[in-house]
């Protein structure tokens, strides 16, 4: 019976295998390491103690070597090395510069925590070390800092951006355009375009930006930010086979087609781009939310929708379709409705980043308490 507890207690802690190896491709060629080179110890670090699991953003595993006389050792064949992981990733070769080992690592979409091991020869192991791969935001309000520029570059189907300040291995935006022809987007000069930004990784500004173009004029697109509530993680977007699923910060999802970039599910319904003759009748994207959660619409045309106020139409409190003057907020839970002032949110200076005033949802609950009659519903 002692025997049988003790088994169970063993087999109980013991950790699951790591299953996932990467090493150099020249691994079938002779080592280049002096024969009487002998490494006595690894240490094993991160660039990033957690990474943001976008399955676009990546980090850098570091390993030192040691002799057993603790001296490092900057001679060893980086195709000596081996990193095993508990969950698969892309990993690229060790590589050694400047005197450092290390090896550029990108965890896939919603990659839990992995653990990790790097060894020599497999004689020589690095105790287990853990990377954690995360789609929380990893702070609340942004740095006092401003990019210079954004950097943007292909995914897939996607451009994938970030500012000038932040790390080149990291993402804080990704967009797609439905250019047409299809039932949204009707003519051949008109888009229909999406931007998920996340600034910094951080809560304050996520938001989604739809512009609607209705021809080549740039100050005739309708632009139209939706914030989404509450906002329990960034934004994540999954490209698959025939779809493209965008979870949102609710947690809910937005599904489209990975062709047209048409949206065929998820909590919000799309109607075509208004490309009628009077632009100053020509209405905003045609948006409707179906969720649980609170969303925050502001419009403008040809300028950014936080700070245009040259309409004096009040955006529309059906579904915010019409109308630029104020915000529109709706409880997708209860059905309640607000309109509330662009100033409550954003000061009115032309700045970049324009940030969002409240960094966390604790904040923003009690405003809506006090001036909206009801919360953020929890789930």
């Known amino acids: 019976m002692r025997y049988l507890i003790l088994l169970l207690i063993v087999s109980c802690s013991s950790t699951t295998p790591l299953k996932y190896s990467f ?24 660039q990033d103690s957690t990474v943001f699991a976008s399955g676009m953003d990546s980090t850098y595993v570091v390993a030192k070597l040691f002799d057993k006389d603790g001296a490092i050792l900057t001679n060893v064949d980086p195709s000596d090395l081996t990193l095993s992981c508990s969950e698969d990733v892309e990993a690229k070769p060790f590589s050694l510069k400047q005197g450092i080992y290390k090896t550029s690592l990108l965890p896939r979409v919603m990659s839990p925590d992995i653990r990790m091991q790097v060894d020599w020869k497999n004689k020589v192991k690095s105790k287990m070390a853990v990377l954690k791969s995360s789609t929380a935001p990893l702070k609340d309000g942004l740095l006092p ?10 995914n897939g189907e996607v451009m994938v951006g970030r500012g000038s300040r932040f790390p080149a291995s990291g993402t804080e935006e990704f967009s797609f355009v439905n250019v047409g ?17 996340y600034p910094e990784h951080a809560r304050q500004n996520i938001a989604m930006q739809i512009d609607d173009a209705p021809n080549d004029t740039i100050s005739h697109t309708m632009h139209s930010i939706f914030m989404v509530f509450p906002r329990n993680q960034l934004p994540i977007l999954e490209q698959l086979s025939n779809t493209m699923e965008v979870t949102l910060p609710s947690g809910e999802k937005m599904i489209f087609n990975k062709d047209s970039k048409e949206i065929i ?3 919000f319904q799309e109607g075509p781009v208004d490309t009628s003759s009077d632009r100053m009748k020509r209405l905003y994207p045609d948006f409707k939310y179906t969720g649980r959660g609170v969303i925050l619409r502001v419009n403008a ?3 950014s929708p936080q700070l245009g106020e040259f309409e004096k139409q009040k ?25 509330r002032p662009k100033i409550d949110f954003w000061d009115s200076m032309d700045v970049a980043p324009i940030e969002f005033k409240f960094a966390t949802d604790e904040d923003f609950e009690v405003y809506l308490q006090n001036n909206c009659g009801f919360g953020l519903p929890k789930f």
């Open 181 to 197: 022809t299809n039932k949204i987007v009707k003519n051949f000069n008109s888009s229909r375009t999406y931007n998920f930004e």
């Open 265 to 267: 599910g998820g909590v």
């Open 315 to 339: 955006i529309d409190m059906d579904h915010g379709n019409s109308g630029s003057a104020e915000v529109l907020i709706i409880n997708g839970t209860t059905g309640q409705k607000c309109r």
């Open 301 to 303: 045309r040809g300028q």
């Open 23 to 46: 090493n150099s491709s020249k691994v079938y060629l002779a080592s280049l390491t002096d024969e009487n080179v002998r490494v006595a110890k690894i240490e094993l670090s991160f």
């Open 145 to 154: 800092y401003h990019h210079e520029f954004i950097e943007a570059k292909a």
